[in-house]
């Protein structure tokens, strides 16, 4: 990390990886990108009923606290998916989104795609997606696979 001017501190984005984790890391704001609102999180594909602010991060950028990643699996850096929340960064959340249009609103229901065993779809409501052979589905809570 390098300041450009001794007197100017780097501003830095607090994230996390899903809106409900009490576990918050620190980032320089420049190194956030790609960031949207999305309504499922990186890593465990949780989905909120709402939308959040998300964008990607480079694992080996974090400059303070502790997020839900471990380096385990594979070699790093990674880039990881995070959730920016506004109450975690009040004074610069406004020039984060600025740009992105207005936030969605609620994600809508959708229906589980598990085929049952007579063959017929299951239909129950639900907003969780799972992860089945590489192709993303919609699960309820009986047929969700994790
Ligand atoms: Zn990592
Ligand atoms: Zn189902």
Redesign the pocket.
């Known amino acids: 990390m390098e300041l450009e001017n001794g007197s100017e501190l780097r501003r830095s984005v607090t994230v996390r990886r899903t809106w409900k984790d009490f576990r918050a890391g620190s980032f320089p704001e420049d190194s956030i990108y790609g960031l949207r609102w999305d309504c499922v999180s990186g890593g465990v594909q949780e989905a909120s009923p709402q939308f959040f602010l998300y964008g990607y991060v ?3 950028d974090m400059t303070d606290g502790e997020i839900a ?6 070699m ?3 880039i ?1 998916k995070v959730c920016v929340l506004k109450k975690d960064n009040p004074d610069i959340y406004d020039e984060l989104i600025d740009g992105l249009g207005p936030k969605p609103k609620f994600m809508p229901w959708k229906r589980c795609e598990a085929k049952k065993k007579s063959g017929e779809i299951c239909g129950c409501r639900t907003r969780t997606r799972d992860v089945i052979g590489g192709q993303v589905e919609y699960r309820c809570r009986r047929h969700y696979t994790r």
């Not at 990643?69 to 594979?74: A, D, P």
């Open positions: 480079s694992c080996d990643h471990s380096c385990m699996h594979g790093g850096p990674h990881i």
